[in-house]
């Protein structure tokens, strides 16, 4: 027992005399660096478990503006998922980190996060966004997107028609969910059976709320649950490639007819082809992305025209007349899309106040200096969507859901970044524009609705969500 005891003394001893020898470390890598100010907290931890309560209550903003006005800058230093991290807020910072993307930072994820999306080549996240960037088609772009809108517009009439109308409710953060997943299949991938999506879907949910969560990986705990779900997305992609083979020898596919077709044909500079294991990371890298944040966009402006009679009359005069200007059975076209100003205004309003994903990670690949504060090498960058979108400097009141910030030239670069900015920014964006316009056309078209839970929190975990799935009564508009 004696023995047992000195043991347990010595080990605290040890990490005791650890914890001290860190925490002088960093306040004398402070003195000769020139750091930005703040706190790294504890080794280790740091001040994550702040960075994700703020995050659970609704207000992820509220890390950053009480540190801003504690530091009276708007750089600071932290401490998040065991990374040393400088944290930027405003149009500055985010102009420096958009325009010096892999000259100065490049993308970082945390390291746990290799186990939820393990790699199936070994490469630096430069070269892997660089790769991804050259596979995207060209049909990602606006003019080749534009004989998609029909696709998109009867894959959405068919949404609603089985999912919305003849129902009382519907809990429309689900809806928006399947709808923009199914949406992604169909462009995407080309599949359009409802069964073979279904298997896949419900899992990525769970790939999300592991991305930014405490990393244990026990049964139960949403870190290992993201893991699994992620190997079994993986699976059944890898089973759609090897069929989309087959049917490109056989003749039964089209080349140019979706991602996967062009990823199967395309060989990189070397004349290499990818693997299907390669080939299936970035499909589900484009299933994540492609979906996610437009399902985030499409709840919330159902929550805010909701809430917000004024703001749906607009939106609903101008669809209605796009809609009475169409033959029966007529899809939306390209020129139909231009005339949604208003419901684009009203869109991005909603992107600004509840913005599809809170900020991002990058990596110092160099030493440098940023508003005369030394950045190591090494050293991680957090950039902010909700801090930048809720600064009344670039947003008067920023509280205030107001669609006319986004007429004639709309906010100044670099302060509305929901997919980025500069030349690293999201190439799916014009994507989303399109999905998001229309499916606020069907969906104001056929319904006005009113919140059941008028108080209902919002959660981001790390994209926002309705605590209850926003939950709404539908009162079908009669033609």
């Known amino acids: ?24 470390r960093h306040r004398r890598q402070d003195k000769l660096l020139n750091l930005p100010p703040g706190n790294l907290g504890l080794p280790f931890v740091g001040e994550t478990l702040d960075f994700l309560a703020k995050g659970w209550k609704g207000c992820p903003e509220n890390f950053i503006f009480h540190r801003i006005r504690k530091y009276s800058s708007e750089v600071f230093k932290t401490n998040l998922f065991c990374q040393p991290v400088v944290v930027l807020s405003g149009a500055a910072g985010n102009r420096f980190l958009f325009s ?19 790699s199936a080549v070994e490469s630096s996240p430069k070269e892997e966004a660089k790769r991804m960037r050259k596979f995207l088609p060209q049909f990602l772009k606006p003019e080749a997107l534009q004989k998609y809108i029909g696709i998109m517009d009867m894959v959405t009439q ?3 028609a ?12 689900p809806l928006a969910k399947s709808y923009t997943f199914e949406l992604a299949c169909r462009l995407f991938l080309s599949i359009d059976d409802s069964s073979n999506i279904a298997r896949f879907s419900h899992p990525f949910d769970h790939i999300t709320s592991g991305i930014f969560t405490i990393p244990v990986d026990l049964p139960g705990t949403p870190f290992n649950r993201a893991i699994k779900a992620s190997n079994f997305i993986r699976t059944e992609l890898l089973a759609i490639i090897g069929q989309r083979k087959k049917d490109l020898a056989e003749g039964k596919a089209s080349p140019n007819q979706d991602i996967l077709s062009h990823m199967l044909l395309r060989y990189d500079d070397d004349g290499q082809y990818m693997n299907e294991a390669e080939i299936a990371d970035k499909i589900l890298a484009l299933l994540l992305g492609g979906h996610e944040s437009t399902s985030v966009a499409c709840a919330f402006i159902v929550k805010f025209l ?6 749906y009359e607009g939106v609903y005069k101008e669809q209605i007349e796009i809609s009475k ?3 029966a059975g007529e899809l939306l076209n390209w ?20 913005p599809p994903f809170t900020g991002n990670f990058k990596e110092a690949i160099d030493d440098f200096v940023l508003n005369g504060f030394s950045i190591p090498k ?22 205030k859901f107001d669609p006319s910030r986004f007429e004639g030239k709309g906010p100044a670069p670099y302060t509305f970044i929901p997919f980025g900015g500069g030349p690293r920014m999201c190439p799916g964006n014009e994507y989303a524009r399109l999905e998001i316009l229309v499916f606020m056309h069907n969906l104001v078209k056929r319904f006005k609705f009113q919140k059941l839970i008028p108080d209902e929190k919002t959660i981001f975990s790390p994209t926002p969500r309705p605590e209850m799935g926003l939950p709404v009564r539908l009162h079908p508009r009669h033609a």
């Open 162 to 173: 089985l999912e919305w109308e003849n129902k009382a409710q519907v809990a429309v953060f």
């Open 306 to 311: 909701a809430e917000l009679p004024t703001i």
């Open 325 to 327: 200007s169409k033959t």
């Open 1 to 24: 027992m004696e023995i047992s005891n000195f043991n347990l003394l010595l080990i605290v001893s040890i990490v005791t005399l650890f914890l001290i020898a860190m925490i002088f």
């Open 100 to 118: 010096n993307e892999n000259k100065l930072v490049e993308t970082w994820w945390p390291e746990f996060v290799n186990k939820i999306f393990p």
């Open 335 to 354: 020129e139909d899309i231009q005339k949604m100003k208003y419901s684009w205004n009203v869109a991005c309003e909603v992107m600004r106040l509840v």
């Open 158 to 160: 068919r949404h609603f």
């Open 378 to 399: 090494g050293w991680k960058l957090y950039w902010s969507t909700v801090s930048t979108h809720k600064n009344p400097e670039y947003f008067p009141e920023p509280e």
